[in-house]
């Protein structure tokens, strides 16, 4: 079935788009350029420490990518917040629909570099930034690329749920089409909010009530409506960070739900720190870690089974159990 919003983007991107290398304007990040010194790489996980059975996926969704999915992938990233570097040359490739969970103890960049994924970080005036963030293989930070197709390209779903308080549960979820200047006629609006709300897990609870204001949900549905809104403008990658972490039991068990149907349609990585929920719904996984005095970097990443079962690093396998952080 064709996406509504297909044709919309289509007609307006070929209306904008400028000649290749023609310089678009918006924000740009401070660009450092830094030594590319020989750093020990992070540990694959997969022939470290003894097991201790989890419940997992796994690489259960092998093969779910298709030619609409979109890989992800950061090349030595290194950010600062002024004089203090937080990243320290970060790679990681999150591969094409399945979900990349990134744990870790609270400060050490794992936020950071989400943020970093879809261009947010440079919204902050002392950020400066190093390396290339790939969709597909190429940099949304290049210079021809407009900020907006990046984050339409690539969502992001808060900690906390951010709808518009007054605004409808209808305008909630097209709000992001009227930002990034896409326009639709009634019929098409309709069946996308009505799509989108779907495919949120929503669509049952709302459909009677779209013209109610979005802050009048419970949190966990005002969540579901966050995913919503961003699935409106048909992301590629879809962030996610510590998107339960204020939600009860039982709504965080329904936006894991969605997340599992979700990643048919959308590559997704997800910041927790709820090791269970790890487990639980990604596919890969990456083990961020700083000390003090030193910025954060990855310490050990793979498939998730391998990061919980079988780490490769002892500082993995006690972050995992619960012996820190």
């Not at 992001?176 to 200047?181: D, E, Q, S, Y």
């Amino acid at each position: 079935m064709t996406h509504p919003i297909d044709d919309i983007v289509a007609r307006r991107d070929a209306a904008q788009d400028p000649p290749a290398g023609t310089p678009l304007g918006g924000e740009t990040p401070t660009l450092v350029d830094i030594p590319q010194a020989e750093l020990a790489a992070p540990h694959r996980a997969g022939d470290g420490l003894a097991s201790t059975e989890v419940m997992h996926r796994g690489s259960a969704r092998v093969g779910a990518a298709t030619d609409s999915l979109a890989m992800l992938e950061a090349r030595s990233i290194s950010a600062w917040f002024g004089d203090r570097k937080v990243l320290d040359r970060v790679s990681l490739t999150m591969p094409a629909g399945q979900v990349t969970a990134l744990i870790g103890p609270s400060g050490c960049g794992k936020s950071t570099f989400l943020r970093i994924l879809n261009r947010m970080h440079e919204l902050v005036p002392s950020a400066a930034l190093a390396g290339e963030v790939l969709l597909d293989g190429r940099d949304i930070y290049d210079s021809s690329r407009r900020v907006t197709d990046a984050r339409r390209q690539i969502g992001m779903v808060f900690q906390k749920p951010n709808p518009f308080p007054a605004m409808s549960i209808y305008d909630n979820v097209i709000s992001g089409l009227r930002l990034t200047g896409i326009r639709a006629g009634r019929r098409e609006l309709d069946d996308l909010v009505e799509e989108c709300l779907i495919k949120a897990g929503l669509w049952k609870e709302v459909r009677d009530r779209l013209r109610q204001p979005g802050g009048a949900l419970s949190g966990g549905q005002q969540q579901r409506l966050c995913i919503a809104r961003s699935l409106a403008v048909r992301p590629r990658v879809l962030l996610m960070d510590e998107p339960c972490s204020a939600l009860d039991p039982t709504s965080t068990r329904r936006i894991e739900e969605t997340i599992a149907e979700l990643v048919t349609e959308v590559t997704i990585v997800i910041v927790t720190h709820n090791m269970q929920q790890a487990a639980r719904v990604s596919d890969e996984c990456a083990f961020f870690l700083a000390s003090q005095g030193t910025p954060g970097s990855i310490v050990e990443y793979g498939p998730t089974s391998a990061m919980f079962e079988n780490p490769q690093d002892s500082r993995t396998y006690d972050y995992v159990h619960g012996r820190f952080g």
